[in-house]
DNA sequence: TTGAATCGCTTTGAAATGTCAAGTAGTATA
DNA sequence: TATACTACTTGACATTTCAAAGCGATTCAA
């Protein structure tokens, strides 16, 4: 066993927990609400999300600014680490459209399917 | 709701399952059997790992090449849109030592060895 | 020759994780 | 007045992942 630190290991297992690159993506395009980033990600239930959401805060990816408390008024926004992942999506993005787009035709739907890619 | 395919979606909702990324990295420094993946992807019981590369194996990404059934021999090796995905590796590998390399000294521990680090 | 280790998994039952529906208090809209 | 919105929490339920054991067969070391 190695004890050294590694960065990569480390990021990856934060990034696979289930909706933190879906969260990371909405909240790319801009500051939100909870139940706007909601329905943004789209099927992630309220309390799965605010875990996700508390966590992203902890590691720092994530700024939560309570405007008010009632009424309820609470904005996430990425924080500059949080919006250096967009290079991560960015790589996704070239990757999905690339190996995922021929799947278009066959009645994908963005939100919930099954990938069933086929490699060259 | 968009019915529109979006191949990013697609991609981070597979990507984020458990383990995929580390299979993936893992994959990335050359085929291996499934124990010695097991190991070197580290912490995965077999359950889920051959569940996971059923799956990769499905989309597209692993191939599976059995040497001989009995006594068993098989090889995973990542399909030439498996390989590509070493960009999205190489991405959080960058923002990972960016951004997480102060975590060091909260006793973070590391199986791996840096595979994209050399890319860079 | 016996015994241990290795191979690629599968099976088990329990533990961790995620999901769902409903509910909270207060404001704004219809 | 009635409904919908805000940001969540709660508790029950479902799914996923877990560690451990085991399988038949072969290879290797004592």
Redesign the interface.
Known sequence: ????????????QF????????IV?SLLEGPRGFNDLSRAVGGCNPATLAQRLDRLVDI?VVDKEVQSVMPPRTLYRLTP?GQ??Q???????????????Q??DRG??????D??????
Chains 1, 2 share one sequence.
């Not at 990034?15 to 879906?22: A, G, R």
Request: with cysteine; aromatic share 8%.
């Open positions: 066993m190695d004890n050294e630190f590694c960065p990569v290991h480390e990021a990856i990034l696979q927990e289930k909706w933190v690159l879906h993506r720092g680490a250096s992942l290079q991560v999506i960015i790589a996704i993005d070239a990757w999905a459209t690339r190996y995922l787009r799947e278009a994908a739907v963005c939100g919930t399917k990938v069933a890619a086929e490699s060259l």
